[in-house]
């Protein structure tokens, strides 16, 4: 793999399927500028690259928040959730994340998968709690392994997300881990409904979900 230098990105790796950043290297960039300069650098390389970008991170426990966050969700054209089995030959697959911008594609490629509880939770945690802080749950789909899709979220019906993710993640049994798990994304959702954003989308939705597991113990 040919490392090459991009005046904005810095650190970018050319390979034999298109170019790669790295995740850890995106963080503390994409605090400097506003979301429509990032987007827009985003673009650039895809424009530059064949319209496929692959943005890469070595742990189950990716800081995507902070990627996604200074994505537009305006020009975010839909989301896509798939398994991958050329990642980690330890799981039954790990799931990866295409985001459509207007020129071109986005995968995350990370180390998602589900066989243990605390990796299914981070699934959670870092994956679909994002989405729906940021409101992107009713543009993200699920993409099966015949290339057919869904929705991800209807009808506000969390059960079957999870139910759905987990089974794409090829542990099915995940959903019966953390009963949390579907009120995690119910706060999520209502927290990205009312339009916030960095860390305040965070101090509401940790807010609001201790107030509703209090409740729940009740």
């Known amino acids: 793999m040919r490392t090459k230098e991009d005046f904005f990105f810095g650190k970018a790796y050319q390979g034999s399927k298109g170019i790669t950043l790295q995740l850890s290297d995106m963080e503390s960039l994409a605090e400097k500028v506003s979301d429509n300069f990032f987007t827009a650098q985003l673009n650039r390389m895809l424009q530059e690259h064949g319209g496929r970008l692959t943005i890469a991170d070595e742990s189950s426990l990716p800081h995507f928040w902070g990627l996604i966050d200074k994505i537009d969700i305006e020009q975010v054209g839909f989301v896509e959730i798939y398994a991958r089995y050329d990642v980690n030959d330890s799981v039954n697959a790990t799931l990866a994340c ?3 911008l207007l020129n071109g594609v986005i995968s995350i490629k990370t180390h998602w998968c589900a066989y ?10 870092t994956l679909l709690v994002p989405l729906h802080l940021k409101a992107l749950q ?7 392994d015949n290339g057919t899709t869904e929705p991800l979220l209807r009808n506000d019906d969390y059960q079957t997300e999870l139910e ?3 089974l794409l993640a090829n542990y099915p049994s995940a959903i019966n881990r953390d009963r949390s798990y579907k009120v995690a994304l119910e706060c999520a959702t ?3 409904r009312r339009g916030f954003s960095s860390e305040q989308a965070w101090d509401a939705y940790h807010e609001l979900r ?3 597991c209090a409740g729940n113990s009740l």
Request: glycine residues 6%; aromatic residues 6%.
């Open 138 to 144: 009713n543009k993200t789909h699920i993409r099966w």
């Open 190 to 192: 209502d927290v990205g």
């Open 210 to 212: 201790t107030e509703r």
């Open 98 to 100: 295409d985001i459509v």
């Open 116 to 125: 243990k509880e605390i990796r299914a939770g981070e699934i959670i945690s």
């Open 164 to 166: 759905n993710v987990f």
